[in-house]
């Protein structure tokens, strides 16, 4: 696994324990950031940072594509990890010029995949590549 996807799986945990725990993503990142040395280091990678900073930064509009693309599923209807996945590759695709919005969906495929159903990874393939299809006309 690259380091970059170990970065997307541990900010998944964070917004899926901000999801469940009704809680603020960033406090959580930043009492998750151990640095000092011993067996309770638990740095956080830069790029879980960015992409916690961003999703949060950008979560009204995030979830606004979601409710509106996501035909006949409504927000509290999707799975919190589902719905976290969804929020991570939207702010990828949408707000993130580091990377081709097709690696973005397969990272999210993937993580659909490992820590939720078939179901989920092709809904999630599908409302993804709604996305991306019409990101230029989204507002930023």
Not at 8 to 15: H, M
Not at 26 to 54: Q, Y
Not at 129 to 139: F, L, M
Request: no cysteine; proline share 1%; charged share 30%.
């Amino acid at each position: 696994m690259s380091a970059r996807s170990k970065a997307r799986k541990q900010a998944l945990d964070i917004l899926y324990e901000s999801d469940i725990r009704s809680s603020d993503a960033l406090v959580i990142l930043e009492s998750r950031d151990v640095t000092e040395e011993g067996p309770d280091a638990r740095p956080i990678r830069d790029f879980t940072r960015e992409l916690i900073t961003g999703v949060s930064a950008n979560k009204r509009k995030i979830d606004e594509l979601i409710a509106t693309y996501a035909q006949g599923w409504d927000m509290d209807r999707l799975a919190a990890v589902d719905r976290n996945i969804l929020r991570l590759g939207i702010f990828e695709i949408i707000w993130s010029d580091e990377l081709a919005d097709g690696i973005a969906i397969d990272e999210a495929i993937t993580l659909a995949k490992d820590l939720s159903t078939d179901d989920s990874a092709t809904f999630i393939h599908g409302l993804l590549g709604k996305i991306s299809s019409i990101k230029d006309s989204v507002a930023r």
